[in-house]
């Protein structure tokens, strides 16, 4: 079946960087574009970024653009997001999710999340 | 970017009522709208793609309709497994935004 493990996540300083993990089995994960979302304490869902099944295309919302950087390694079904520069707005927990296909936006197997919590 | 709002924010209701949650997106979104359920601690779950889809396995008391700019989730016969949050998303262009979120409770 369908799995999604993120990791990566803790008690990080301002001003400090985190890579996030996202190890995908059960799927071909080369064929799918993938996504981060986040949720900050309190809050709703909130979109972060996408990058499509080969990498070749990437988007982020306006709010991260520059600090945030998604990625991807398809010989070891892993997505990463890197985050630079974290600011107390970015704790959040961090979810991964698949996409039925690159440009659908129809994110239909969501991991359990991992948990940046950015504090001094 | 196409905003998303969501009515209403809340909503308590009792096991057994028919429930209906509101989308508004900020532009035409034809029927590129998706719905999530998510619990505290879970992972979000996708009940609904391009506005009236059920994904498979979600209960048929779930029903979605709407386009345009204007949709609906429908619960017939709210169950337990039920309370949580609903959001829905637009999937038309990136930035695929989420709506703020609908929180259903017990009554």
């Known amino acids: 079946q369908v799995q999604l493990v993120e990791s990566g996540g803790g008690v990080v300083q301002p001003g400090r960087s985190l890579r996030l993990s996202c190890v995908a089995s059960?799927?071909?994960?080369?064929?799918?574009?993938m996504h981060w979302v986040r949720q900050a304490p309190g809050k709703g869902l909130e979109w972060v970024a996408v990058?499509?099944?080969?990498?070749?295309?990437?988007y982020y919302a306006d709010s991260v653009k520059g600090r945030l950087t998604i990625s991807r390694d398809n010989s070891e079904n892993t997505l990463f997001l890197q985050v630079n520069s974290l600011r107390a707005e970015d704790t959040a927990v961090y979810y991964c999710?698949?996409?039925?296909?690159?440009?659908?936006?129809?994110?239909?197997?969501w991991g359990q999340g991992t948990l940046v919590t950015v504090s001094s | 970017d196409i905003q998303m709002t969501q009515s209403p924010s809340s909503l308590s209701a009792s096991v057994g009522d028919r429930v209906t949650i509101t989308c508004r997106a900020s532009?035409?979104?034809?029927?590129?709208l998706n719905w999530y359920q998510h619990k505290p601690g879970k992972a979000p779950k996708l009940l609904i793609y391009?506005?009236?889809t059920l994904q498979n396995g979600v209960p048929s008391r779930f029903s979605g309709s709407g386009s345009g700019t204007d949709f609906t989730l429908t619960i017939s016969g709210l169950q337990p497994e039920d309370f949580a949050t609903y959001y829905c998303?637009?999937?038309?262009?990136?930035?695929?935004?989420f709506g703020p979120g609908t929180k259903v409770d017990i009554k």
């Open positions: 391009t506005a009236s």
């Open positions: 998303q637009q999937s038309y262009v990136a930035p695929p935004e």
């Open positions: 059960g799927f071909t994960f080369s064929s799918h574009a």
């Open positions: 532009q035409s979104i034809s029927r590129y």
């Open positions: 990058i499509w099944y080969d990498g070749s295309k990437k």
């Open positions: 999710a698949r996409d039925l296909e690159s440009g659908f936006y129809r994110l239909d197997y």
